[in-house]
């Protein structure tokens, strides 16, 4: 299994950032997935998740309203949206699998939101 996060970056409070994480050597489609991330100093939490339809949906309040996740099947692709973000969101941000036993994570990709 590999879990390949990219998208990540440093930009000012305000501002977008797309993420994808390209998955590879299981049946995504199968799977429900979700993002986490690990602040400075925090243990990692869950950031948001959707069903392997892609129907269902769950957001942590804190970014409820201003992320959105999706995956497109055809691409093993996971995605996440971040808008008006924040220095909160600043982590490193992971994908992998909703339900557990988790996959053995990727390298995340690093999110900075500073002015």
């Known amino acids: 299994v590999r879990l390949e996060e990219s998208g990540g970056g440093l930009v000012q409070p305000g501002e977008s950032l797309r993420l994808s994480c390209k998955t590879s050597g299981f049946t995504f489609s199968a799977f429900g997935m979700a993002w986490h991330r690990r602040a400075p100093g925090k243990e990692r939490e869950l950031v948001a998740s959707?069903?392997?339809?892609?129907?269902?949906?769950y957001y942590a309040d804190s970014v409820k309203g201003r992320f959105t996740i999706s995956r497109d099947n055809t691409l093993n692709t996971l995605l996440l949206e971040m808008n008006a973000l924040t220095p909160e969101d600043t982590a490193v941000y992971y994908c992998?699998?909703?339900?557990?036993?988790?996959?053995?994570w990727g390298q995340g990709t690093q999110v900075t939101v500073s002015s």
């Open positions: 992998n699998r909703l339900m557990r036993p988790l996959f053995d």
């Open positions: 959707l069903t392997s339809t892609g129907l269902h949906t």
